[in-house]
Each structure stands twice: as C-alpha cells, then as structure tokens.
C-alpha cells in the first residue's frame, strides 16, 4: 500500500513537472509574441512620430514659402510700380515728342507750301520777266547795282535768319522712341504677368493653409466633444455620480487654446482637479484615459499602480470599469492589490525562493481552475 502511495505520488509530481514545463513553454512563446507586438507598436509609433514631424516640416516649409512669395511679391509690386512710373514718363515724354513732331510736320507743311508758291512766284515772274522784259532775271539783278537796301534788306536779313534759327531748332528726330517704348510696354506686361503668378501662388497657399486649419480644427472640436462625452460617463462610473468634464480655455497669443479639466465628486462644489486629493486625482486621470481609449481604442495599456491611492470601493468601480473594457483592449496592470490581481486572467509574479535569486511565476486562473477540477474528483473517489 506504502509503494502504491509513493508509486501515485509520483506520477502525480511528474504530471505536475509536465504541465510546469508546458506552461513554462507556453510563457516563453508567450513572451515572445509580446516582445513581437511591442516591436511592432514601437516601429508603428516610430512611424506616427515621423509623420508628425514631416507634417510639422512641411506646415513649417508653407509658411517659410508664404514669407518668401510675399517677400517676393513685395519687391515685385516695387519694381511693377516703378516700371509704371518710368512707363508713364515715357509716355509723356512721347506725348510732348509727338506733339512737338506733329508742330514740326506742320510747319514743314507750311514752309513747304511757302517754298512751292515762292518757286511758282519765281517761275511766273522768270516767265514774266521774259515774256514783258526779254530777259533773264539774273541779267536784271546784274544790271542792277543795289536790290535791296535800308529797311527792306534789314526786314528780309531778319527773316532769313529767323528761319534759319527756327530751323535749326528742331534739331534731329529721335526715331528709336517708338521701340523704346514697345519694350518698356513689353516689359511692363511681363512684370505684370509675373505678380499675378505670384499672387495667385499666395492666395493657393494661403487657401491650402486655411484648409489644413479648418480640418484641424474640424477633427479637434469631434474629438474633443467625443472625448469629453465619455469623460463624463467615465466619471460618474468611476466616482459613483458627480459630475466631470473638459473645458477649452482661453487662446493665447498664438491662438491656441489650452484644455481645463473640471471636476466635482460626489459631495462636493465644483472645482479644479489641481484642488482635488490624490486618490481624487488618479480617478480623475482614469477617466480622462478611459474616455480617450474609448474614443480611439489601442490593443494594449499598461497601468503601473493606479490604484494605489484608491480606496476599497473606489478600486472595486476601477477593477469594474476595466473588466468592461477588456473586450477591446488588453490591460497590463502593475499593482499590489489584491482586488485588482483577482481579475485579471493570467497574474505574473516576482518571487525569491534562494536568497539573491528572483524568479518570474506565472498563473493563469482559468487553466488552474480546469487543473484543480480533476484532483478535487480524484481525491473524492479516493475518500469514498
């Protein structure tokens, strides 16, 4: 009966070292199935970060191309209006020229017509001259000794040398102001075609700008009453009634606004959640988490004593709102309560059997419970 005893002992000592070493096989797959998934949520962070930071980048990069284009559109109104001053001196100056050349055509007209009647009054007092004289009009001049004299010489002197003054007062046409000012035209419409451009490439960045703004601010104010919806469930859960909930405060000089938490437990005015106690606090910041993960769930949250501060009641509606949430997300909770280890599904410890040497013990409830289920029946069937 003795060796029986010892003989089922045994094989009961090596089931257990079969199913300790199962288990432990279990664990280290289980390990590294963790240490696979926070690779990956380390990589998939790594990624958001970057991408953050190439959207900060890139607002950054809009707004440095907003200064510089209208740096740029500065100078070129600079240089537009410039070249529309230059081009309306121009255009006076070519004015007076036009008008001082129409002047000039005129006279040239007029003198012209007054040497073709001086040349048809010679041609007729010539014809004249030997029709009624027969005679040349130089052989007359020859013949006499003075033609003009006194007055008469002084007036014609005077004459002549007007006209000759006057003429020689018109001095040389400038041909080239026509072309000079087709290409001071040509260039005005190239500057002018230039600053559309660039204004038209202010209003699409600034449009963008806005834009990016607008859903921002869109995705924010959805978020944010979301959010604080589930903030003030999460609270009145977690406190058993009172009232919680978030606040935008005022913009500061850049027009961002900061974000206030209001809080009033049970019994109490409402007030700061810098004003609140410490266990206060931790229900306060559970519920502001809960509220965020209800509103954008995460496959795991890692929870290092939060409950600490609690209270017995206080740790029972915490260990209830996780259990509701276990659903969609797996909770690593670091703790020393009692409570709070009782429901979780698997429990890791930390224990010293030899002094100087820990050693990680694990525990899965549901698979003890099956475990324990047999030996309780085996042990009955022995006592009977």
């Not at 010293?352 to 309780?376: D, I, N, R, Y």
Request: proline fraction near 3%; include cysteine.
């Amino acid at each position: 009966m003795f060796v029986y005893h010892v003989l089922e002992r045994l094989a009961g000592a090596e089931a257990v070292e079969h199913r300790i070493a199962e288990e432990f096989a279990q664990a280290g797959e289980r390990l590294s199935s963790l240490r696979q998934q926070h690779a990956a949520l380390v990589d998939e962070r790594t990624a958001l970060e970057s991408a953050c930071e190439q959207l900060a980048l890139q607002a950054e990069n809009l707004r440095q191309e907003k200064g510089r284009l209208e740096e740029s559109k500065a100078i070129l109104e600079q240089e537009w209006e410039e070249s529309r001053r230059r081009a309306g001196h121009v255009e006076e100056a070519l004015r007076g020229k036009r008008q001082s050349l129409d002047e000039l055509r005129a006279e040239r007209g007029q003198r012209q017509i007054e040497k073709a009647r001086n040349d048809a009054d010679r041609d007729y007092l010539r014809q004249t001259c030997v029709a009624e004289l027969n005679a040349q009009p130089e052989e007359l001049m020859a013949q006499e000794a003075q033609l003009l004299a006194g007055e008469e010489l002084i007036a014609a002197e005077t004459n002549y040398n007007e006209m000759k003054a006057r003429v020689e007062a018109m001095g040389p046409v400038n041909m080239m102001a026509l072309e000079e000012f087709k290409e001071c035209e040509q260039r005005e419409g190239f500057l002018r075609r230039e600053r559309d451009d660039l204004v038209q490439s202010i209003e699409n960045t600034q449009l963008t700008i806005t834009e990016l703004d607008q859903v921002s601010r869109a995705k924010f104010e959805e978020a944010f009453n979301i959010i604080n919806r589930h903030f003030a469930v999460a609270f009145q859960s977690l406190f058993g009634g009172g009232t919680g909930e978030m606040r935008l405060g005022e913009p500061d000089s850049s027009g961002e606004a900061g974000i206030d938490i209001a809080a009033q437990p049970p019994g109490k005015r409402l007030q700061n959640i810098l004003l609140l106690s410490g266990g206060e606090k931790a229900l306060t910041a559970l519920a502001l988490l809960i509220a965020v993960f209800r509103y954008q769930p995460s496959p795991f949250c890692i929870l290092d004593e939060v409950d600490a501060p609690l209270d017995e009641a206080n740790v029972g509606r915490f260990n209830k709102m996780l259990a509701d949430m276990c659903a969609q997300t797996q909770f690593i909770v670091v703790t020393h309560n009692r409570r709070t280890m009782e429901m979780g599904s698997v429990l890791y410890g930390v224990t010293m059997q030899e002094p100087g040497v820990s050693k990680l013990v694990s525990v899965k409830w549901e698979e003890a419970a099956a475990a324990a289920e047999p030996k309780t029946a085996k042990a009955a069937s022995n006592a009977a």
